[in-house]
């Protein structure tokens, strides 16, 4: 492939992001669909909404008109770092696109980055190079308090944590998630993180 994945095009009124290289140093700045098209390393983050009192995750399916991964099942929110956010900024303002979170000062304060991965989707037949910083949020919402984007999203629903994980594993090709390693460092984390939150929650009703 040599130099030709780094040779950009510019197209105005599209979206711009920056793309890294092997040691996430940043390069450029490039049109997104080519930034994608091209496998560059771009950044993207995630957040993984869970009811800590069901253990269930907000799930969404992408909308079928997109043109990466259309229709997939997708964690409550997935989007793209732009060149002037930080990653704080763009969690926040994904959750107030995607699902109708945009009371920002509010979710700044219930959120926590847990881990940060490189993931290449081509290994799994899908298109997107990452550097992906997951979030993670305990979030009571009913389901009826989340407003999803239409152009994005064709539905949210919840999902129990541990069929998300077995869907995973069983390499589901509705999942956008893939079977990896990577995966299962995510799932190893969050297993801890809601074995914290629920003895918080018994520590808390004992008082």
């Known amino acids: 492939m040599g130099l030709e994945k ?12 920056t793309f890294y290289d092997d040691l996430n140093q940043p390069i450029g700045i490039v049109d997104r669909e080519e930034g994608i098209d091209k496998g560059l390393l771009l950044e993207g983050v995630q957040l ?15 909308s079928k008109s997109k043109k990466h991964n259309p ?32 009371d920002s000062e509010s979710l700044c304060k219930k959120i926590q980055k847990f881990a940060e991965s490189k993931i290449n989707l081509a290994e799994h037949g899908r298109q ?4 992906v910083h997951f979030y993670l949020a305990f979030l009571s919402n009913s389901l009826e308090s989340y407003i999803k984007q239409d152009e994005e999203v ?54």
Do not use: C
């Not at 997107?128 to 550097?131: E, F, L, M, P, S």
């Open 71 to 102: 229709g997939k099942i997708d964690v409550s929110v997935s989007g793209h770092v732009k060149p002037e956010d930080t990653v704080t900024q763009a969690i926040l303002r994904e959750a107030g696109e995607e699902i109708g979170l945009t």
């Open 154 to 207: 064709d539905e949210l629903f919840f999902m129990d944590y541990e069929e998300l994980k077995q869907r995973v594993r069983n390499n589901d090709s509705e999942m956008l998630i893939p079977k990896s390693e990577e995966a299962e460092k995510i799932f190893s984390i969050l297993d801890e993180k809601i074995k914290e939150m629920s003895s918080k929650e018994k520590e808390e009703s004992q008082k």
């Open 128 to 131: 997107g190079r990452y550097i």
């Open 6 to 17: 780094y040779r950009i095009t510019r197209q105005e009124n599209t979206e711009k992001l």
């Open 48 to 62: 993984w909404i869970i009811n800590p009192d069901t253990n269930q995750v907000l799930m969404q399916r992408r």
